[in-house]
């Protein structure tokens, strides 16, 4: 299979602090992930394509000081949002793609984190 | 530009019935990818299907079937004699032939109730 877990699934913090959130390929290693952001009853909506060993591609109007994503090994890719507040409630989920020939480049996701800031 | 349209936003079946979800999309790309994923009450984002623009055969698997027709620009996604573990979020999606890590596309998804 293609397994990604996404830790962790739901945290509530004050306004102002930091949160990491990590998203992990159990079975198979990804050089791309990526990390989209899904208000209640909408579409997702593609936040930044990360890639191992190098910085993240972020879309348009994504604040990238924000949404810190580091993606530092070929399993594991985290995304911090900073100073969060209010605004930044959401529910966050991550995807995965297997490298190599015969993948079919299928995004895998994860069950994604519930963030609730007070 | 690519756009995927899901123009049903909530379907409502009791069980054992037939449910099509519609899909249609728009893309300028010769090479393209259309997805199916389901998205249970829990959140995740289940893989359903992919087929790539040169694959026009139909496919069914289980009770789940689809149908590809790049006249109309469409994916539609069947489901036969529906269960109520069906009920989820159903979104349609589209990647370019830009490469493998290229963007998703997602519809906007549509609700899926089955009633018992």
């Given at each position: 299979?293609?397994?990604?877990?996404?830790?962790?699934?739901?945290?509530?913090?004050?306004?102002?602090?930091?949160?990491?959130?990590?998203c992990?390929?159990?079975?198979?290693?990804?050089?791309?992930?990526f990390?989209?952001?899904?208000?209640?009853?909408?579409?997702?909506?593609?936040?930044?394509?990360?890639?191992?060993?190098s910085?993240?591609?972020?879309?348009?109007?994504?604040e990238?000081?924000?949404?810190?994503?580091?993606?530092?090994?070929?399993?594991?890719?985290?995304?911090?949002?900073?100073?969060?507040?209010?605004?930044?409630?959401?529910?966050?989920?991550?995807?995965?793609?297997?490298?190599?020939?015969?993948?079919?480049?299928?995004?895998?996701?994860?069950?994604?984190?519930?963030?609730?800031v007070? | 530009?690519?756009?995927v349209?899901?123009a049903?936003?909530?379907?409502?079946?009791v069980?054992?019935?037939?449910?099509?979800?519609?899909?249609?999309y728009?893309?300028?790309?010769?090479?393209?990818?259309?997805?199916?994923?389901?998205?249970?009450?829990s959140?995740?984002?289940?893989?359903?299907?992919?087929r790539?623009?040169?694959?026009?055969?139909n496919?069914?698997?289980?009770?789940?079937?689809?149908?590809?027709?790049?006249?109309?620009?469409?994916?539609?996604?069947?489901?036969?004699?529906?269960?109520?573990?069906?009920?989820?979020?159903?979104?349609?999606a589209?990647?370019?032939?830009?490469?493998?890590?290229?963007?998703?596309?997602f519809?906007?998804?549509i609700?899926?109730?089955v009633?018992?």
């Amino acid at each position: 299979g293609a397994v990604v877990s996404q830790h962790p699934s739901r945290v509530i913090c004050k306004s102002g602090t930091s949160v990491k959130i990590e998203c992990r390929s159990l079975d198979f290693q990804a050089t791309t992930m990526f990390w989209y952001r899904q208000f209640p009853k909408q579409s997702l909506m593609l936040m930044a394509t990360s890639n191992e060993g190098s910085k993240a591609t972020y879309e348009q109007g994504v604040e990238k000081d924000k949404f810190l994503i580091n993606h530092a090994s070929l399993t594991l890719s985290t995304l911090t949002v900073t100073s969060a507040h209010p605004e930044d409630s959401s529910f966050y989920i991550c995807s995965a793609t297997r490298d190599g020939k015969g993948a079919k480049n299928i995004q895998y996701f994860g069950a994604g984190t519930r963030l609730s800031v007070l | 530009a690519q756009k995927v349209t899901q123009a049903q936003t909530e379907i409502s079946v009791v069980e054992k019935e037939d449910v099509t979800l519609d899909c249609v999309y728009e893309t300028r790309d010769t090479t393209y990818y259309l997805f199916w994923y389901k998205q249970p009450p829990s959140g995740e984002l289940v893989f359903l299907i992919r087929r790539n623009s040169f694959d026009e055969q139909n496919e069914i698997s289980g009770r789940y079937s689809w149908n590809f027709q790049k006249s109309t620009s469409s994916f539609n996604f069947t489901i036969t004699a529906s269960q109520v573990v069906d009920s989820a979020v159903y979104f349609c999606a589209l990647r370019g032939e830009a490469g493998a890590n290229s963007k998703l596309t997602f519809g906007k998804g549509i609700t899926l109730s089955v009633r018992p």
